[in-house]
């Protein structure tokens, strides 16, 4: 719809094309990072200590205390391990979730619905891309500091018996990336407070039932099939493999669902965000 | 004549079946501060959004410092300062902090950010409340704050949306202080209001906008003269005299205008117009002459008060 020309140009930038992307991204999503880290100095720093010390406080009670009477567990290739050892990698997946689950829903809903952030920063030369990688990083430095607290109390414990448990913090990192940016989407079509309450309500029985505390084969096996189904069982079974050093080729398909849930959701987030700010 | 920063032309925004903006055609020169006047509802705040690059037009030409929105958001935004009608400061960060983030999102380098976060910390009149919390300001405070975080890009264009709507009169000329001391410096300012008095104090020209049309344009001397008269007399009667007592001054000045509440004459002096009810034994219960202003304007134009 280029219609009559009408006033040559008065900034240089007019000469050449736009970038592609251009309009989603400036490649600046640090400075939404950065303002996340000052928010989060002073008015934040509580929250952060509970997140760290809830999953330490299942591990504890659960791990060493029913682990005393329940023994040694199977894992999902049919290796006997002290059942501290069994749930201390699910506990470090469900950190990475809860903790990059706060993050981008919670805080995301407040900052849209209420604080106008987005608006503002979307009034500049950022774009929605930016926006939603800034958060999300945040989310996934969260998470990091959470899940190398966690690691390092389970390496006192004894608990990780491969050195393949390094390998733990990128997967980590991964499924909070996953949870974070399809978080993130969820939440920018929510509108009120009930809607927000539905996630927790999905959160809750994932944590509980995706082969946490107990193998996948106490199930029957259709009831396995749906459970595969959730991404948080992947999350489990990726780090638990890691940390009891049973590797195998077919941890890449769960690195390649947690890879298509990150793409997903940035895309969703990009495409909301823009409809929403930039209409 | 220099070219325009803002040209605007048959510009629409539609909304399902809903037409907030109804082909506007205005351009705005460098330098000049230009207003958009109009009631809730006009369109003003659309056609604002399209002009800060975070709206997309419907149909019509705009091009912003010679770029299309449309094409060129991010280039356009980071030449741009924009105050939206409600505050969204950074309830999180310290009131210095505001600013030094909000640089940051233009991709600036820190210490450049810095410097000009003092400077207008300075000029906002709040740099005794740098490390304040934006929530512990004032009305007045937040107000020059968002202008201040406006202005951290140097830009070329601050576009203010009702500037000074909700804020007491001692709050509101400081500010209309502070906005003609930009203007001074050579800011092009695009505003919405609509309130008469601003537009009068700050804008070199306007249009008045009515349900996403324009109705005039033109200084807002010019305006008066065109639209008004030079005074305007106001006198009640009681809300149910008015009408009856009307019939009686038809012919009065150059035009009579007859609300609810009062009754307006328009004439070059009211002083006379009020001597020569007061001859034919008329006695309102109150009068006043004063300086006609935008609002007659508006009220001519559209038969409606500016704020309903």
Same mark, same amino acid.
């Given at each position: ?279 | ?204 020209? *306007? $249009?008045?906008? /009515?349900? #996403?049309?324009?109705?005039? %344009?033109?200084?807002? !001397?010019?305006?008066? =003269?065109?639209?008004? @008269? ?33 009754? *307006? $004459?328009?004439? /070059?002096? #009211?002083?006379?117009?009020? %001597?020569?009810?007061? !001859?034919?034994?008329? =006695?309102?219960?109150? @009068? ?21």
């Amino acid at each position: 719809m280029t219609g009559p020309q009408l006033s040559p140009a008065t900034v240089a930038a007019s000469a050449r094309p736009p970038r592609p992307f251009s309009s989603v991204y400036a490649g600046n999503a640090r400075s939404v990072m950065a303002r996340g880290w000052r928010a989060t100095r002073s008015t934040n720093s509580l929250v952060v200590l509970s997140g760290f010390v809830e999953p330490i406080f299942y591990l504890l009670s659960m791990g060493l205390g029913l682990g005393a009477l329940i023994g040694q567990v199977q894992t999902a290739d049919g290796t006997q391990v002290p059942y501290a050892a069994f749930i201390a990698p699910a506990l470090l997946a469900v950190a990475a979730m809860n903790g990059a689950i706060y993050d981008s829903t919670w805080n995301v809903f407040f900052k849209m619905q209420f604080a106008k952030l987005y608006e503002g920063m979307l009034s500049t030369s950022l774009g929605p891309l930016d926006v939603a990688l800034g958060e999300i990083s945040l989310a996934l430095a969260r998470g990091l500091l959470y899940a190398t607290g966690f690691m390092l109390v389970m390496q006192a414990l004894g608990l990780n018996l491969s050195w393949w448990a390094l390998l733990a913090l990128p997967a980590v990192l991964l499924i909070a990336f996953g949870f974070a940016s399809v978080g993130m989407a969820v939440t920018s079509y929510m509108k009120t407070f009930q809607q927000m309450d539905w996630i927790t309500f999905v959160l809750l029985p994932m944590f509980l039932f995706s082969a946490t505390f107990y193998p996948l084969s106490v199930y029957p096996q259709g009831i396995q099939y749906v459970i595969q189904t959730l991404p948080l069982w992947h999350g489990v079974e990726l780090v638990r493999a890691l940390t009891t050093g049973q590797i195998n080729l077919g941890l890449l398909w769960h690195v390649l669902y947690y890879a298509v849930m990150i793409v997903v959701g940035l895309f969703l987030t990009t495409r909301r965000l823009k409809a929403l700010f930039l209409n | 004549m220099p070219e325009p920063v803002i040209v605007s032309q048959n510009l629409v925004k539609r909304y399902q079946d809903f037409v907030a903006v109804d082909g506007i055609s205005f351009e705005v020169a460098p330098g000049e501060s230009f207003g958009l006047l109009g009631p809730n509802g006009a369109g003003k705040s659309t056609t604002m959004r399209m002009i800060g690059a975070v709206s997309t037009r419907t149909s019509g030409d705009l091009s912003v410092l010679g770029l299309d929105p449309n094409a060129y958001g991010p280039e356009i935004r980071s030449q741009l300062g924009v105050v939206p009608q409600e505050n969204n400061l950074d309830m999180e960060l310290k009131v210095r902090e505001n600013l030094l983030v909000y640089g940051r999102y233009f991709g600036l380098p820190r210490a450049r950010v810095a410097r000009r976060a003092d400077e207008l910390l300075e000029f906002a009149q709040l740099a005794d409340k740098a490390g304040a919390k934006v929530d512990d300001l004032s009305g007045g405070m937040k107000r020059r704050l968002t202008i201040a975080r406006a202005l951290i890009n140097d830009p070329r264009i601050l576009l203010l949306d009702e500037p000074t709507t909700g804020l007491d009169p001692q709050a509101r000329h400081i500010l209309w202080d502070r906005l003609f001391r930009l203007k001074e410096q050579g800011t092009t300012l695009l505003l919405t209001t609509h309130y008469m008095d601003e537009a009068e104090q700050l804008c070199d020209r *306007l $249009v008045v906008v /009515d349900k #996403g049309r324009i109705m005039a %344009e033109g200084s807002p !001397a010019d305006l008066i =003269r065109r639209y008004s @008269s030079r005074e305007v007399l106001e006198v009640r009667f009681g809300s149910t005299q008015n009408a009856e007592v009307a019939g009686r001054i038809e012919g009065y000045g150059e035009r009579v205008d007859v609300l609810p509440d009062r009754i *307006l $004459v328009y004439s /070059d002096s #009211g002083e006379n117009e009020l %001597e020569r009810m007061t !001859a034919a034994g008329l =006695r309102p219960i109150t @009068s006043l002459v004063r300086r006609s202003s935008l609002e007659d304007v508006f009220l001519r134009l559209t038969g409606r008060n500016l704020i309903e």
